[in-house]
T-cell receptor
């Protein structure tokens, strides 16, 4: 069974640019969440989607947006990139009613 | 304002002995707690969880203890094995929203 897949695995962008990160959840998982992990810290919650609706948003600026598609895959978009956006972006999915999220390997974003 | 704290950045344990990883939280509204393990270049892997109605949960070599009055939980690994060397994250959630709040992690090193 395929796990949570994220693309791309690595990305280098210039300040001010826009980036789109993609995530495919485990088949049958309708909930997808996004987390940002800066080096030396734990992941920080960005967004949660369930059945294509936003169910939660963390303390991130409006430059961060996301959506979930009918097939439950998801995109995270970040506009006007800042150096501080450099981080590992993790996507996680879970079955309905279960707390144990399964994480992808992440996208390593470097902003220069 | 760190709601979940892991005060030990690293821990070194002899193979075969017990590893004890600690986590403290400040928000009394948290009612579900999880431990994840993370290897470099991989996403976090779910290990074990506990709800606030319990004070102990076991799964093989892993046991999580919850002390609600002290707002403290711990993960015991017995016996410790070389493959247990990784970063361990404690995470907390409210059952109502599934959003995980993470500690900064503890790097566990198992010495042969």
């Amino acid at each position: 069974d395929a796990g949570v897949t994220q693309s791309p695995t690595h990305l280098i962008k210039t300040r001010g640019q826009h980036v789109t990160l993609r995530c495919s959840p485990i088949s049958g998982h309708k909930s997808v969440s996004w987390y940002q992990q800066v080096l030396g810290q734990g992941p920080q919650f960005i967004f949660q989607y369930y059945e294509k609706e936003e169910r939660g948003r963390g303390n991130f600026p409006d430059r961060f947006s996301a959506r979930q598609f009918p097939n439950y895959s998801s995109e995270l978009n970040v506009n006007a990139l800042l150096l501080g956006d450099s981080a590992l972006y993790l996507c996680a999915s879970r079955p309905t009613g279960v707390y144990g999220y399964t994480f992808g390997s992440g996208t390593r974003l470097t902003v220069v | 304002d760190q709601q979940v704290k892991q005060n030990s950045p690293s821990l070194s344990v002899q193979e075969g002995r017990i590893s004890i990883l600690n986590c403290d939280y400040t928000n009394s509204m948290f009612d579900y707690f999880l431990w994840y393990k993370k290897y470099p270049a991989e996403g976090p892997t779910f290990l074990i969880s506990i709800s606030s109605i319990k004070d102990k949960n076991e799964d093989g070599r892993f046991t999580v203890f919850l002390n609600k009055s002290a707002k403290h939980l711990s993960l015991h690994i017995v016996p410790s094995q070389p493959g247990d060397s990784a970063v361990y994250f404690c995470a907390a959630s409210r059952i109502s929203n599934y959003q995980l709040i993470w500690g900064a992690g503890t790097k566990l090193i198992i010495k042969p």
